[in-house]
Structure formats: structure tokens, C-alpha cells
């Protein structure tokens, strides 16, 4: 695990404001438009860095401090959008909680064998979840 880091970049002012960021293992970012793409990724692993999120929540400054990191992804062009249930849905927002969270729950590190996104939003297939 851990050739890619996904996440989605919301550096206001940069080309790239509001699209889904890969990394390779060199560092080396792609961008995809969550409104043309879906992102689906495998073997992957929630990392946030809770340090830097509760500062985020305590004083609103944005720092780059969680992302996914999976061993390979696959750009699918979007025709329609994949949505999964409300239970597969998972967030991250440190404005309001500093963590990832899926239905109430911490997941913060958890291992799962698929995530994918449709649109902005992030889905764990129920099928794909294991806990870390």
C-alpha cells in the first residue's frame, strides 16, 4: 500500500481549485475534474494528520492534512454519477469534525480494499470495508 495519495485540493487561487489531486510515489501530482471523472481506488488507507485538523477546527486556516492513500486508482470518465448509499458515504471536513468520518464513526487509518468518488463526494462499497 501507499504508491498514490488522493485528495481533493481546495487551494483557492490555483488552477487546480476544486479537483480530485493523485500523487504518485515521486510526488508528482495529476488533477481530474470531479465532474467529468471518478476516481476508484484500491487498497486504500484514511490518513489524516489529527494535529494539524484540530488546528484547523480551532482556528478555520486551511493546512493540506489528510488524504488517501491507496496502491493503484483507475480514472474512469464519468457518464453518470456512481452514487452509493448514505452508509457508504464517508466525510472530511476538520471545520466541523477533525477526522474521517462514516456514519458517525472515526475512521481515521482504517484499510479498505475499495474506494471511489462521484462528483466531490467519497463512497466505501460496504463489501470493501475492513477496519484498520
Known amino acids: ?7 481533493f485540493n481546495l487551494a483557492r487561487g490555483e488552477k487546480t481549485y476544486r479537483l480530485w489531486q493523485v500523487r504518485d510515489e515521486m510526488g508528482n501530482p495529476s488533477h481530474y475534474d ?15 494528520n489529527r494535529n494539524e485538523a484540530e488546528k484547523i477546527l ?18 474512469v470518465l464519468m457518464k453518470e454519477p456512481m452514487v452509493g448509499t448514505k452508509d457508504e458515504h464517508i ?7 477533525p477526522y474521517w468520518v462514516m456514519n ?11 474506494i471511489y468518488t462521484s462528483g466531490r463526494d467519497i463512497y466505501i462499497p460496504q463489501s470493501g470495508l475492513t477496519r484498520g
Request: net charge positive.
Open 58 to 75: 480551532d482556528d478555520g486556516y486551511r493546512r493540506v492534512c489528510s488524504w488517501i492513500v491507496c496502491s493503484s486508482y483507475e480514472v
Open 104 to 114: 458517525g464513526v472515526n475512521m481515521d487509518g482504517t484499510t479498505h480494499e475499495l
Open 91 to 97: 466525510m472530511y471536513n476538520p471545520k466541523f469534525t
Open 1 to 7: 500500500m501507499g504508491r498514490f495519495r488522493v485528495r
Open 34 to 48: 470531479p465532474d467529468k471523472f471518478k476516481l476508484v481506488m484500491t487498497d486504500c488507507k484514511l490518513h489524516n
